[in-house]
């Protein structure tokens, strides 16, 4: 049987790079699609030409897809009121319109019986104070799999998402250098300690194998979902005026 062929986007660091290695360990051909140059293929998911372009070359190279993982993403922080408006659309270009693309062409090319699986985020459920661009994207791609599961299920293609909590990540670092909010986060984690990328890649290679799973959002933080959001704005104010 030939390897199944994975495309990992966002997969050269952080929890995209967990997921590319342990799709890898499970038996998959990987390609890891990334703006960063160590990529195999230097895709930007906000260009659709791009998103179209990666998906048709994979195919010519290795004659199938059958499993896709969404992690890119960026994020920013301010308060609605001060909200600039090429930020709010930067944000929103990379968590849902870019994984819009992603979901349009990967569904294009996936072998029937396929997996899509994205990386949403805790603030798909839970609102952050700042975060209002991050928030209302990963809310959106939460629905967005929901959609594409349905609309997909006939060729037994399945979507799904992970929502990870706190993990330490090139993403998430500069904000737990601020003092106080690593203690926020964990002290509204009833595990009590972040989650690890490997963790989450654990949970996305369960959710590429998972035959009668579809549609799902999968709460991944330790409990945190049960509890309340930090404050993130209040830290940084406090720390930088």
């Known amino acids: 049987m030939a390897a199944r062929v994975a495309v990992v986007i966002g997969g050269a660091s952080g929890i995209g790079a967990a ?9 998959c051909t990987v390609v890891v699609a990334d703006v960063a140059e160590d990529a195999d293929v230097s895709c930007d998911v906000t260009s659709e030409d791009a998103v179209a372009a ?10 199938r897809v059958d499993v896709v993982v969404n992690s890119a993403g960026t994020s920013t922080l301010a308060a609605v009121v001060d909200h600039d408006l090429a930020e709010w659309r930067r944000v929103l270009d990379v968590c849902l319109t ?14 029937d019986g396929g ?31 929901e959609v ?19 993990v330490v990540t090139p993403l998430t670092a500069p904000a737990l250098e601020i003092d106080g909010i690593e203690d926020d986060y964990l002290a509204n984690t009833p595990l009590g300690r972040s989650g690890t990328p490997e963790e989450v890649a654990e949970a ?8 009668w799973l ?5 709460d991944l933080n330790g409990g945190a979902h049960l509890m309340r959001y930090p ?7 406090r720390a930088f005026g």
Request: with cysteine.
């Open 19 to 27: 997921c590319a290695r342990a799709l890898r360990d499970d038996g």
């Open 54 to 63: 990666l998906f048709d070359g994979v195919v010519a190279e290795h004659g």
């Open 98 to 111: 870019g994984a819009f693309l992603v979901v349009k062409h990967a569904g294009r090319v996936l072998r």
């Open 115 to 145: 997996s899509i699986t994205s990386l949403t985020s805790l603030n798909a459920r839970q609102p952050g104070g700042g975060m209002a661009a991050y928030c209302s994207a990963k809310a959106g791609l939460a629905m967005l799999t």
């Open 148 to 166: 594409a599961a349905l609309e997909l299920g006939a060729r037994g293609i399945r979507v799904n998402a992970v929502s990870p909590g706190l």
């Open 204 to 211: 996305v290679v369960f959710c590429s194998r998972a035959g």
């Open 214 to 218: 579809t549609g799902e959002v999968m």
């Open 231 to 237: 404050d993130l704005l209040g830290h940084v104010t």
